[in-house]
């Protein structure tokens, strides 16, 4: 079995350590293979898996007996349980999926590196799962000792199998240790023949972007396809105890509007969309001060977006559930004058895009005088916001897709077809740079990406792309630093 050579032009390397942890759950040879166009020269690392194999009977076994415990449970109608065991059911059978994804890999398939980290994830929240069956399970004394005993079973068998798992990081760190080493090899090795290349350099001690690879997580959502307009993420500057929280805003009055934001307490609950909270804006939709457009962002708490029918931003604070206004220069588009769009399609909406990196909030938008072209400005996130630094760029907003920014630098994506976005175009606010040679490609599922953000806390990209919700990891490169 063999994985799709990794190919990189320019001999970048992330922080593999932590971020890229190829994932190899089972035994397979990984090549990576490293091309530099000019001068013809490969370098060829191989990564060898050493591991035992993931003990995928073990898991199976877990799962029959979460059957029967369902089974024995709804018998008794006690849905809580029930509900909870389905959810076990559901992220088990997940894991078994990618598993067995894994083991059949052979094809330049976006899972070729499903990460060992999202199964890490998801086993904890396996284990999270048990445990709130657990207590629950403890408060029904009808449950039987023996289903108890079962219980205690699985638990055993998911602790024994997050134990595996902890194992494997262990093993594919060193992997990447010594993958690293070998490609600084390489890279001594090109560089004594060719100039470095000249990216622009990021200002977070993260690196230049180098690539986007992904979707490493990607789901319907509860809707369904439902809503083809939407935003998702984790708050960029959470209060204690909010840290694993998602939220999801879709606009479910015509595509283009939205007036509640649903939250959830972590990455399985809103895949299985269990125990969402509702926060409404106001009770109809659209209305004043209700949502407009899908770019919007959370942080510290409050809710930055696009207010209905109007040229400005609004921030709905989910804790006093009251809006403060900003208005942006009277000739900022909305209401579609300028969208994000590609040939002849536009974004309905889009005219405004909020983004969040390492240093705060930043709103997107384009104005008349500045003949279209996008504009980035700062927002406080003092009472009330206010726009301190403005950027003005030479890039057309009609012809972007979406935006984000990442260490202060704004990353402008365009479609270049059903299955690639490409990341063609940034500015870099601390040196005013721009560049539109960028090449960085995002492999899409599906046609059309409504929505990105970067989260500073997980270096994530956060997606939403006809209906379904995706992360990708972005790779960065010290090289150019
Ligand atoms: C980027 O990452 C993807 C997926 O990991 C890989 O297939 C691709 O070759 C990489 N591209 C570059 C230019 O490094
Ligand atoms: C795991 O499998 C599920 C399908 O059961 C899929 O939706 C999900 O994207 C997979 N995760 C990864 C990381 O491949
Ligand atoms: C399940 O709950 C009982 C009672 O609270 C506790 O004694 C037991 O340790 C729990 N089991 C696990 C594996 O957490
Ligand atoms: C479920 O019930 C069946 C028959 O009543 C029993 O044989 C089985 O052990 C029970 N399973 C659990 C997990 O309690
Ligand atoms: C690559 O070459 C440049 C210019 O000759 C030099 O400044 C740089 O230190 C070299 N980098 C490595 C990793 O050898
Ligand atoms: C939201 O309101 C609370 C209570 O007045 C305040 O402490 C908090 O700073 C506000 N959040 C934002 C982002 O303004
Ligand atoms: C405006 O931006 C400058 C430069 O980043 C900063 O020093 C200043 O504190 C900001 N002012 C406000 C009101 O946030």
New binding site residues.
Partial sequence: MRLPGYRIPTCPISDMSQSNLFTLMVVIPLIFSQSHSAKEKDCVCELQNSGPAFPVNKLNNVEFTATQCTWNITSEKMTEVDRLVLGLQHRIRQLLDNVSMLEKEDNGNLYAAVSLRIIELELAEIQDLLDKLNRTTNSYQQLSVQAAAELQDMENTMTELEKFDHMQVMVKQRENQRIKRDL?HC??EL??TS??PTLSPGHCGLGSMVNVSGPKTYSLTVYGTSYSFGAWGRDANPAPGDENKYWLVVLSSSNAFGNFIRQYSSLSTIILGIGPTDTYISSSNPTTNTIQGPNMVMYSNALYYNCYNTYSVCRFNMTTRSVSTVALPSDTGYNNKFPFGHLATSYSYTDMDFATDESGVYVIYATTSNYGNVIISKVETSNPPVFNQTWFTSLHKKTVTNTFMVCGVLYATRYVDKEIEEIFYTYDTKTNEERYDLRIHIKKLQTNIKYINYDPRDNLLYVFSDAYIATYEISFSK?TD
Avoid: D, L, R, Y
Wanted: proline share 12%; glycine share 0%; net charge neutral.
């Fill in positions: 600084e890279k001594a560089n004594s100039p470095a090289f």
